[in-house]
């Protein structure tokens, strides 16, 4: 049967935020991946780039979404940026749930990421590592759009829209 609820997309997309006030809405639990994955190593994912590769980060995505798989009740996963890049992940989402992508306008990317780059998500972000300009952010949506779009059940463009509205549509969107 298919039972997570799946939230993939872009850095700044909202994932996170959206993801909890998804699960304050519904009651169902959130796991957050770049979270756990943080916690099973003991460090800041900015660390295990640096002392594994970005290829060990990438394998431990894998590892948890096979064990996400697994889990009889439902939760909804915030996936890291990443996750959809690998055909295994993407046939992973799937065949465990509904995906939702949550897309943003380059500006309202930068406004995000600018902005997180203050506090302490800066150590989490390491492919950020040079400028935030909309030619960066632009190239790195254009490489991924295709594989994000076919890991995608469903497509919510987030500009203009709080976390709560979000999850709304979301609600909406599993009720159709
Ligand atoms: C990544 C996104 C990050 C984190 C890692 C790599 C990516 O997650 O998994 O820094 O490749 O897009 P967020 O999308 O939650 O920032």
């Known amino acids: ?8 997309g872009y850095m700044g997309s909202g994932k996170t935020t959206v993801g909890n006030a998804l699960s ?3 009651g169902l ?4 991946m770049d979270e756990a994955i943080s916690k099973s190593f003991d460090m800041p994912i900015r660390q295990i780039f640096d002392t594994f590769g970005e ?13 996400i798989a697994d889990l009889e009740a439902p939760l909804i996963v915030s ?20 995906t939702i992508l949550l897309e943003a306008s380059i500006d309202e990317l930068i406004k995000r990421l600018s902005s997180d780059n203050e506090s302490e998500n ?13 030619d960066s952010i632009g190239d790195m949506i254009e490489k991924r759009k295709a594989a994000y779009e ?14 709560t509205e ?11």
Do not use: Y
């Open 55 to 67: 290829e060990a980060f990438r394998n431990a995505e894998t590892e948890l979404l096979r064990e």
């Open 122 to 134: 800066q150590v989490s972000r390491p492919l950020l590592n040079t400028s935030i300009t909309p």
């Open 79 to 98: 996936c890291g940026g990443g996750v959809p890049l690998r055909k295994e992940n993407r046939d992973l989402l799937k065949e465990n749930g509904k």
């Open 29 to 32: 639990p959130v796991l957050d």
């Open 1 to 8: 049967m298919k039972k997570h609820l799946f939230f993939i």
């Open 150 to 163: 076919e890991a995608a059940n469903f497509t919510i463009l987030t500009d203009g829209l709080t976390p």
């Open 24 to 26: 304050e809405m519904t």
């Open 166 to 176: 979000i999850a709304s549509r979301v609600i909406d969107l599993m009720n159709s």
